[in-house]
């Protein structure tokens, strides 16, 4: 763990000096008519250029008047042989008057960019986007707030799901112990269960809507034509696949032909289900996407095997099965545990080098400052790992091997029983740093 925790200073020195600009949120680079526009004859169309392709997305684009009546006869589609460019036309024969242009746009990495721009037709007066005509352009407070929970709880499931790593790779008995069995139960339940209110959540929380609107069908079909609606339904399919599998697997006598290939089973069924995080978060924007959604593949399912083997550890040490061997199981998980938090800190580094617009964003921007403090989270927490296992596992391994003092032993799985609750803890501020993460604009 020392180890570990100067790799993670070194990387945050490399951090600190190697930081680059990296792209954000999708951005209107020009709109036709232009914001300000006063023009002689009514358009027939409105424009605007993007700065990626997201596709055509439904009800994006809307014309209205200055009673706030919707003036564009949609919908919305691409006018040119340009990607990034979508329009919508507008009624013919429209009065001279002022008129706003509302965009709501979902990026790539799921997040919705609002905004208003107006233009005039004659010689009348041009009433801004800050005219009293302009919609909320806002996230839904409640909706924003609700969202982030519900990220969270998503990775406090794929963390639990992570514990299947430690049942295959460090507990045998614990094969077979229910308890062990009900965390990756309720890891499934709670993965399924948020992909569901991920889902009818998306649509208010792109269109600035309150809760009320998650039961608007329309806002449901927006959501499912886009790739983020479809890479939903396929999370629910594979973590519906991994519940099937995950019995097959735990069975105790199992030919190792059939374990084989349930285990290869249950690490595509985990792959897709980590894919579908990568691939709608902040690493989609980066322009060689490749790299940073495998870096973020890499880091998430790292932080899930680790973290979900520490609530895997925990419950093992409340209650081990009989004459289970606790400090094997622990020192098995210890190389497992090294293993993650390198590959947590290399993925870590590249992932905020390739999203961060500029260095100046650690410490002047609320993305920045989340970055800093899920690194000081986890920097605590391998201190904590360091410190107690250490002294932990020696009192272990020396009560069993010499004395064999019952009394010994079980002030030393006291202590490791306190030490790994606290690593459980921590986790979860760590996660909920995550998800906020997920949540903020890379230069905001």
């Given at each position: 763990?020392?180890?570990?925790?100067?790799?993670?200073?070194?990387?945050?020195?490399?951090?600190?000096?190697?930081?680059?600009?990296?792209?954000?949120?999708?951005?209107?680079?020009?709109?036709?008519?232009?914001?300000?526009?006063?023009?002689?004859?009514?358009?027939?169309?409105?424009?605007?250029?993007?700065?990626?392709?997201?596709?055509?997305?439904?009800?994006?684009?809307?014309?209205?008047?200055?009673?706030?009546?919707?003036?564009?006869?949609?919908?919305?589609?691409?006018?040119?042989?340009?990607?990034?460019?979508?329009?919508?036309?507008?009624?013919?024969?429209?009065?001279?008057?002022?008129?706003?242009?509302?965009?709501?746009?979902?990026?790539?990495?799921?997040?919705?960019?609002?905004?208003?721009?107006?233009?005039?037709?004659?010689?009348?007066?041009?009433?801004?986007?800050?005219?009293?005509?302009?919609?909320?352009?806002?996230?839904?407070?409640?909706?924003?707030?609700?969202?982030?929970?519900?990220?969270?709880?998503?990775?406090?499931?794929?963390?639990?799901?992570?514990?299947?790593?430690?049942?295959?790779?460090?507990?045998?008995?614990?094969?077979?112990?229910?308890?062990a069995r009900r965390l990756l139960r309720w890891g499934v339940g709670l993965v399924a269960a948020t992909t569901v209110a991920t889902f009818v959540l998306q649509g208010p929380y792109a269109a600035g809507r309150?809760?009320?609107?998650?039961?608007?069908?329309?806002?449901?079909?927006?959501?499912?034509?886009?790739?983020?609606?479809?890479?939903?339904?396929?999370?629910?399919?594979?973590?519906?696949?991994?519940?099937?599998?995950?019995?097959?697997?735990?069975?105790?006598?199992?030919?190792?032909?059939?374990?084989?290939?349930?285990?290869?089973?249950?690490?595509?069924?985990?792959?897709?289900?980590?894919?579908?995080?990568?691939?709608?978060?902040?690493?989609?924007?980066?322009?060689?996407?490749?790299?940073?959604?495998?870096?973020?593949?890499?880091?998430?399912?790292?932080?899930?095997?680790?973290?979900?083997?520490?609530?895997?550890?925990?419950?093992?040490?409340?209650?081990?099965?009989?004459?289970?061997?606790?400090?094997?199981?622990?020192?098995?998980?210890?190389?497992?545990?090294?293993?993650?938090?390198?590959?947590?800190?290399?993925?870590?580094?590249?992932?905020?080098?390739?999203?961060?617009?500029?260095?100046?964003?650690?410490?002047?921007?609320?993305?920045?400052?989340?970055?800093?403090?899920?690194?000081?989270?986890?920097?605590?927490?391998?201190?904590?790992?360091?410190?107690?296992?250490?002294?932990?596992?020696?009192?272990?391994?020396?009560?069993?091997?010499?004395?064999?003092?019952?009394?010994?032993?079980?002030?030393?799985?006291?202590?490791?029983?306190?030490?790994?609750?606290?690593?459980?803890?921590?986790?979860?501020?760590?996660?909920?740093?995550?998800?906020?993460?997920?949540?903020?604009?890379?230069?905001?």
């Open positions: 763990m020392k180890r570990a925790l100067a790799l993670l200073a070194v990387l945050l020195g490399w951090l600190v000096l190697g930081a680059t600009p990296a792209s954000a949120h999708v951005e209107v680079l020009s709109s036709t008519p232009g914001d300000g526009a006063r023009l002689s004859a009514a358009p027939s169309l409105v424009s605007v250029t993007l700065s990626e392709n997201i596709g055509i997305q439904p009800g994006s684009i809307k014309v209205v008047d200055l009673e706030g009546h919707q003036v564009d006869s949609g919908p919305v589609f691409q006018p040119g042989d340009v990607a990034e460019q979508v329009g919508v036309r507008v009624k013919p024969g429209l009065p001279d008057g002022s008129y706003l242009v509302e965009y709501a746009f979902v990026s790539a990495d799921s997040h919705p960019v609002r905004g208003t721009f107006a233009f005039v037709v004659g010689s009348g007066p041009l009433v801004t986007s800050a005219g009293a005509v302009s919609a909320a352009t806002g996230t839904d407070a409640v909706v924003d707030a609700v969202s982030t929970a519900v990220r969270w709880l998503a990775y406090v499931g794929v963390v639990l799901l992570g514990g299947l790593a430690f049942l295959v790779l460090c507990r045998p008995a614990g094969r077979t112990d229910r308890r309150n809760l009320e609107a998650v039961f608007d069908t329309g806002l449901l079909a927006d959501t499912l034509r886009v790739a983020y609606g479809k890479l939903l339904l396929l999370r629910l399919a594979a973590v519906a696949a991994f519940a099937l599998l995950v019995p097959r697997l735990l069975r105790a006598e199992l030919p190792d032909r059939l374990r084989s290939r349930y285990e290869n089973l249950a690490m595509v069924t985990g792959f897709l289900v980590l894919l579908t995080f990568s691939a709608t978060g902040h690493p989609v924007t980066d322009p060689i996407m490749f790299v940073s959604v495998t870096a973020d593949l890499v880091h998430f399912g790292a932080i899930a095997v680790w973290t979900g083997g520490l609530a895997q550890l925990a419950l093992c040490l409340h209650r081990p099965a009989d004459g289970e061997d606790l400090p094997a199981v622990a020192t098995r998980f210890s190389r497992l545990a090294a293993g993650c938090v390198t590959a947590i800190a290399l993925s870590g580094a590249v992932l905020a080098l390739r999203i961060m617009p500029s260095l100046e964003t650690l410490w002047t921007t609320k993305f920045g400052l989340l970055v800093l403090l899920k690194i000081a989270g986890l920097a605590v927490l391998l201190a904590v790992a360091s410190r107690s296992r250490r002294a932990v596992r020696r009192g272990l391994a020396g009560s069993s091997s010499a004395s064999g003092d019952t009394a010994v032993v079980t002030a030393d799985v006291r202590k490791l029983r306190l030490a790994v609750g606290a690593e459980v803890l921590l986790s979860a501020v760590v996660l909920a740093l995550a998800a906020l993460l997920t949540v903020t604009p890379p230069g905001g």
